[in-house]
């Protein structure tokens, strides 16, 4: 999407690295190069060439003093250092340093064959320039993508060169060939080793020395009890309940959790007991008008001897009581009957209807994280490094990813229409209730509540349902871990996000954040220069002292909000969305897992046009506004009132007025 | 999925509606149905029935629609209760907003309180329909349910009637009408009256092609009228270009060594002086004299001194697989509820990709890709060569010209393309579409397969906007020609033959176009104006078109909702917006130019707003298609043109246009640009010439879609049916 990132040949979508803009690092220095890959770019698209004839004419004739639009004054907003790279010079992010660099290392590149270059190891990525070739090649990976090393056999360039494998998390997989004797060489295999698995190492993750600082500060974008506010709580039957201050009922949970109001803290802690990890069923959302809730909790352990718990049963009475509209309660288990069978032989289980009155199960039939696991396997295998064009849908098929990314969205969907037009309270959960529980709810929430569709109420879902709720993103991604194969890894985040996506593409005016902001949560999820995914927990977060030591992540985004925004995004309050949740509507997010092919090179910048279209809009505005004061004060016409009708826009504010 | 969600669809009606309609007292204007439908000269009203509804798609805003069903000999027509009376005087409309001709029309299906029944005009119906679908060869699904209230007769005699109507025993008939109605003095008198539109061309005089070759800016050719009683070919159109110093008599000599005599004619020019031919193959089995070969080589080579014959027949899907591949696309996405088996859902991708559509496009894409970089290369003369050359060269030239030419992008454009291309260069449009439906085989879709691969970056830019990674070289040095290809011997002329090979895809070959784009990119000093748009190749780029192809399926939410995906492009949107603040500057410093001098209308800006304007102008004149293309392609069905509310329901739709809009004082003075009249117009799909629009105002709303299941419930008098209005809270 960002052309100028594409300055070498094979990253499209390069992690925007924070504090460079990737754009003006590498447009600074490349000078005629830069423009012959634009010229490859961007062919003229009718309505691209039109666009740029009306903004060339109207800069001419209406914004003669203006900034011309390439060179918005968004573009000079550079935060903290900002060095001037020469070609051969590593770009470095404040408290990054240099571990080792080699040079004459090949790059055996899958699409375009070898190249020979420099590789350098830093604490925090690996940068690779070539500059055989016309234009100059660059690449980087961060350490943190990178899912594990290996050595693979390279017989065509000689018994003394070895090659190796870096396969990385976001689906793609360089290879390099270098000497063997060469202590450069060396160097860099154990500095990559190192600093790609830093925990492995007995050293810390990349965040926690990245010095950058930001003008907003992210980890102040969630504030649970603001939040909880926002959707009207406490009110009568709910409580903001202070129980697990010190993680004491729950050790996954957060600190503060709403649950209804006059339970008995004893009753609480047995509830607890009968809940697996102790997830007891807690508030996540309350529809502003029906006072319906989506409630989250882990499965209950049930067990083969079908235990019971009165306090439980009761609990759940009192969250379906709270509702006055409805008598009934729907319980959506994640997972396939069959599954949950198994779970109860082995003292898990699920609510049985006999013994909660009144009280709906229904499985969602949505495999676990394991399958999961594979399914992203298969995917990179079919997108990296060839594509089979003639078999492409076939082999998507053969994924099943889509097939679950529908189940998701299914799944979601007859969450939010229960409460929406069924007006009854959801109690959502899994097996342990911070996987598919928790995409299950963000998603529902997603689809309910347009506070969760602006750029800051994106942030808050995440920090409250995933990141809150104890997703264990240190265990599902790995950070720094060199264990590649522990069964605990799964995509379930990627899978939420893909999620997203498919709704945006279905609604592409509902959301005020934009496909970069999606891709670069994704790149930072694994990337470990912000602190916004450690841990698995809240527990663990406030003892590893996260929030004080590293940046969030939210800090860069909301720094350079502009970047992340959708211009046509329309504020539809209260629509709820139902996307389509088939497979003939939804689509492989091509432009996140297959962009590392360089055949994907998107063409047209659309998204510069409508940038330069913002900011010319926003000159016209004014000029429009100054004109017309002056036409008012020298003619005083009363004809004139009729331009005043125009809404005043301030940046880049949505087409539409709110719906 | 929803369980009893608030999407339920509402009716509109009017209390007294049930009345009126049963109880009407017949009172005939001319030419017109006493419930309102308009009737052409010649047609008349077969069936009707009475208190039908019509599902609206997504696109029309969703719900029923209550009104009258008609079937006429050419036509299902359908008028809604509460439309406007038809004015007598006004021109007749060839297809209304929710009419279908019956030619279009694949399938009828009648659905019972328990089962469903494929109409065919044999069989009898055991039960009353209490819903009629139309599945459309266009690969839209229309669908009716009859009332409580239509009588039973009613609908079972329109669900006969339609079905053998369409499907005439004596093929032909289905078209008698149109030839008939075409033929008629009111007609004729209505298409003579009718304004030619200036900016396209038809291709049908001498002076059009001129026209073509000055546009073109291409030299030594001329225009041939040799063909001008078709005793050369039939198949050919009366005036082709040749190259200049060929005369007619020897140009009369060449006719005979070509299949069907369709020698080699040109068709464009790329602006860096290469020429595009187009031919069918050599006849063989004619004894060549040598000034014949002289001749051959002379309308071969043109004014060039290389030639690069591409054969068409090879590496490309046959017209069979095509067709092929169309029936099972049809059949994926129609979902035809009368099929025993359905696709499940999960084997989606799986079947569609056992169509091998995408695959025949990708295939033509590439093919055009290729010809469009021979052709960058400059100097040269590329001649497709097809067998018959009246499918794919068809398909191949006209995608040629898209991807290169920024004109043929444009409606006009893109109209007149079609027109030389296709009609004028005598694509089998009858056979292929099958009217007749006396023969499967030759039935054919390439005009669909052309309009898939986007015609316009609007309709769906993934497809052209990108850079093909194609593998494709010349085989330099291969001088030899086969001897299949031409008659005669190589090295005889003044320059090589060479045919274009693409060699297997191997990981060293693979950037080979690529590497050809880039090298011709860096050699340039200055940005090339003339880079083609290649499409991304790439398997996962090319995407079903899914506005196209899956309309027909029922589905009601999404992409409607708040915003339709395949509304007016946000850059467009906003580039539009950015035209009406321009627009409200001009005023402004027109208003105010005695006092301050604004420098407003610069010569730039006046260009700009031509630029604007021809936009805005085509954007609606795709509904006219029916209108300017009525020597033989009026029988498409209108294409549900969005925009066509009423200028204040539209206005009130759109609360970011600004209210003074409809209200502005003829603000065509504040445009420097003279319009021409006859294409300000319809906005239904009338056939003849529509007064021009006297409301001036109304163009400056019309110009992008607007939400058309917002705007369609705020117009509305009967209460709103648009998901927007009804559903969410």
Known sequence: MDKQSSAGSESPAQPPVPSRKPTRTLGGNTGSRQASVETLDSPTGSHVEWCKQLIAATLNSQVSAGLPPEVPSRDLKVFGHQPVVQMDEVPLVPGETIRATAKDVMYICPFSGALNGTLTVTDYKLYFVSLEREPYFLMDVNLGAISRLETISVQSNGENTCGMEIVCKDMRSPRFAFKKEEQSNVDVMEMLTKHAFPLSHDLSLFAFQFKEEYPMDGWKVYDPVAEYKRQGLPNESWTISKLNSNYEVCDTYPALLVIPNNIDEDDIRRVASFRAKHRIPVLSWIHPETQATIVRCSQPLVGPSDHRCKEDERYLQTIMDANAQSHKLTIFDARQSSVADTNKAKDGGYESENFYPNVELNFLDIPNIHVMRESLRKLKEVVYPTIDDQHWLSTIDGTHWLEYIRLLLAGAVRIADKLESGKSSVVVHCSDGWDRTAQLTSLAMLMLDSHYRTLRGFQVLLEKEWIGFGHKFASRVGHGDENHANSERSPLFVQFIDCVWQIMRQFPAAFEFNELFLITILDHLYSCLFGTFFCNSEKERVEQEVQSKTVSLWSYINSQAEDFTNPFYVDYQHHVLYPLASLRHLELWVSYYVRWNPRMRPQMPVHENLKELLFLRAELQRKAEELQREVLSSHSLSSSSEHNSSPSHGGPSPLHTTA | ?729
């Not at chain 2, 298409?191 to 396209?200: E, Q, V």
């Not at chain 2, 092929?324 to 359905?342: E, F, K, N, Q, W």
Request: overall charge positive; proline content about 7%.
């Open chain 2, 1 to 729: 999925m929803l369980t009893g969600s608030r999407t339920t669809f509402k009716v509109r009606q009017i209390p007294d509606v049930k009345d009126r309609m049963l109880s009407h007292s017949g009172h005939h204007t001319r030419g017109r149905d006493m419930f309102g439908l308009c009737c052409l000269p010649g047609e008349c009203v077969l069936q009707r029935a009475v208190l039908v509804r019509k599902k609206l798609s997504a696109k029309e805003g969703g719900g029923w629609l209550s009104g009258t069903l008609f079937c006429t000999h050419f036509r299902v027509a359908f008028v809604p209760q509460d439309s406007p009376k038809p004015d007598d005087n006004a021109d007749p409309v060839l297809l209304g907003d929710h009419d279908v001709a019956l030619a279009s029309i694949e399938k009828v299906v009648a659905v019972g309180p328990s089962r469903t029944k494929l109409v065919t005009p044999n069989s009898s119906l055991k039960f009353t329909p209490e819903e009629l679908v139309l599945y459309c060869r266009d690969l839209r699904v229309i669908c009716f349910l009859f009332d409580r209230l239509t009588p039973d007769t009613q609908a079972v005699e329109i669900t006969y009637t339609i079905a053998k109507t369409y499907q005439p025993l004596r093929a032909g008939t289905i078209l008698s009408f149109q030839n008939a109605a075409l033929g008629s003095i009111e007609m004729k008198q209505f298409l003579s009256n009718r304004r030619r539109d200036p900016n396209m061309n038809w291709f049908e005089s001498s002076i059009d092609w001129e026209q073509e070759l000055e546009r073109a800016g291409a030299t030594g050719w001329r225009v041939t009228s040799v063909n001008d009683r078709f005793e050369m070919s039939t198949s050919l159109s009366r005036f082709n270009v040749v190259p200049q110093k060929v005369l007619d008599t020897e140009l009369k000599k060449t006719f005979a060594h070509f299949n069907e005599g369709r020698i080699p004619r040109w068709c464009w020019r790329h602006p860096r002086g290469s020429d595009l031919l187009r031919m069918a193959s050599f006849q063989n089995n004619i004894y060549h004299e040598k000034d014949d070969i002289r001749n051959l080589e002379l309308v071969l080579f043109g004014v060039q001194q290389v030639c690069v014959v591409v054969d068409l027949g090879e590496e490309m899907p046959s017209t069979a697989d095509i067709q092929l591949a169309h029936t099972r696309l049809r059949a994926l996405c129609l979902g035809d509820i009368s099929a025993s088996v359905s696709v499940p859902d999960d084997k989606w991708l799986s079947t569609l990709e056992g169509t091998h559509w995408q695959d025949y496009i990708r295939c033509c894409l590439r093919k055009a890709a290729e010809v469009a970089c021979l052709l960058r290369g400059g100097h040269l003369t590329v001649v497709l060569q097809e067998p018959e050359d009246r499918d794919m060269n068809c398909v191949v030239s006209s995608l040629v010209q898209v991807m290169c030419d920024p004109h043929c992008r444009t409606v006009p454009g893109f109209q007149a393309l079609v027109q030389k291309e296709w009609i004028m260069a005598g694509h089998r449009f009858l056979s292929r579409i099958n009217y007749h439906r006396d023969s499967d085989k030759e039935e054919l879709s390439l005009s669909l397969l052309t309009l898939s691969h986007p015609p316009l970056p609007l309709l769906c830019p993934q497809h052209v906007d990108g850079m093909a990674g194609s593998v494709f070289l010349l085989s330099r040095g291969s001088f030899s020609s086969p001897s299949n290809l031409l008659p005669w011997r190589s090295g005889t002329g003044s320059g090589s033959y060479r045919k274009s090979h693409r060699r297997a895809p191997s990981a060293e070959m693979l950037p080979g176009l690529e590497r050809l784009l880039r090298a011709c990119s860096l050699s340039e000093a200055s940005p090339e104006p003339h880079e083609p748009l290649l499409p991304l190749l790439l398997g996962p780029c090319v995407k079903v078109w899914r506005d196209c192809y899956l309309r027909g399926a029922l589905h009601a939410q999404a992409f409607t909702h708040p915003m339709p995906s395949s509304m007016l492009h946000p850059v467009e949107q906003l580039a539009w917006e950015v035209q009406q603040l321009r627009e409200k500057l001009a005023q402004a410093s027109t208003s105010s130019s005695s006092s301050c001098s604004s420098s407003s209308s610069s010569p730039s800006s006046s260009r700009t707003s031509d630029t604007l304007h021809i936009r805005r102008e085509s954007r609606r004149s795709d509904s006219n298609l029916n209108q300017n293309a009525n020597n033989g392609t009026f029988l498409f069905p209108s294409s549900r043109s969005t925009s066509h509310q009423p200028p204040a329901a539209r206005a009130s739709a759109r609360p970011a246009t600004p209210p003074k809009a409809a209200s502005r004082p003829p603000a065509t003075n504040t445009s420097p640009q003279p319009r021409p009249a006859g294409r300000d117009g319809p906005k239904h799909t009338f056939l003849f010439g529509h007064q021009p629009d006297n409301r001036p105002a109304q163009r400056y709303i019309a110009a992008p879609h607007s939400k058309p299941s917002r705007s369609r419930s705020s117009s509305s008098s009967g209460g709103s049916s648009g998901i927007s209005g009804s559903s969410l809270q």
